[in-house]
């Protein structure tokens, strides 16, 4: 089993910043993939980033994203991070961590972002 630690979801102006966190703890030997995904009321939920474990590691954002959210972290070290500049009222959502190993999906209980226009 694996368990999630997330925290620094909040309350953010739009234009403003925030910065998620996340780590592993558990059975994290074989954690190939960690990123983060987010569900807004009444919409499915979707993939913001990821990383996935490599001889050079692969940084993954969604296009929605791109160019205001960043990636970081080390698998090696069990630890992701997300920090979002620029939000938009439209990145208003649970932000939930998600790691995959290689038999199973976890994820996070969620952190609440909301950005006031």
């Known amino acids: 089993q694996v368990q999630l630690e997330e925290s620094g979801g909040g309350l953010v102006q739009a234009g403003g910043s925030l910065r998620l966190s996340c780590a592993a703890s558990?059975?994290?030997?074989?954690?190939?993939?960690m990123g983060w995904y987010r569900q807004a009321p009444g919409k499915q939920r979707e993939v913001v980033a990821s990383?996935?474990?490599?001889?050079?590691?692969?940084?993954a954002v969604a296009a929605a994203v791109k160019g205001r959210f960043t990636i970081s972290g080390d698998i090696a070290k069990n630890t992701v991070y997300l920090q979002m500049n620029s939000l938009k009222p439209e990145d208003t959502a649970t932000y939930y961590c998600?790691?995959?190993?290689?038999?199973?999906?976890?994820w996070g209980q969620g952190t609440q972002v909301t950005v006031s226009s």
């Open positions: 990383i996935h474990k490599g001889v050079i590691p692969i940084n």
């Open positions: 558990g059975s994290t030997f074989d954690i190939n993939a």
């Open positions: 998600n790691v995959q190993t290689n038999t199973a999906v976890y």
